[in-house]
Nanobody, 124 residues
């Protein structure tokens, strides 16, 4: 089992920045690819970013490329999502997720463990 706890969400003005953190505990974090997803009110959960087990490969959704960066620190069992140039359409609950595999994925169905989510609200 892997337990995930997100933090760092909040209210920010458009153009601002936030850094989300996801602390993992349980089985060996370094063997899990990680991902961030988000869900806005009335919409389906969507892929944001993913990173492989060692942090050498990342991918982001087109809607956040150039603005969001995913990274991880395996020594701290933590994955991060740096969000810059935030827009009102980035408003959502952001979820951290872990795969049982080493490689990242943009498919939510391929993630075995999920955090409770953290709210990000971007005002215009």
């Amino acid at each position: 089992q892997v337990q995930l706890v997100e933090s760092g969400g909040g209210l920010v003005q458009a153009g601002g920045s936030l850094r989300l953190s996801c602390a993992a505990s349980g089985r060996t974090f370094a063997h899990n690819a990680m991902g961030w997803f988000r869900q806005a009110p009335g919409k389906e959960r969507e892929f944001v970013a993913t990173i492989n087990w060692i942090g050498s490969s990342t991918d982001c959704a087109d809607s956040v490329k150039g603005r969001f960066t995913i990274s991880r620190d395996n020594a701290k069992n933590t994955v991060y999502l740096q969000m810059n140039s935030l827009k009102p359409e980035d408003t959502a609950v952001y979820y951290c997720a872990a795969r049982r595999q080493l490689g990242g994925s943009y498919e939510s169905s391929e993630y075995a463990y999920w955090g409770q989510g953290t709210q990000v609200t971007v005002s215009s």
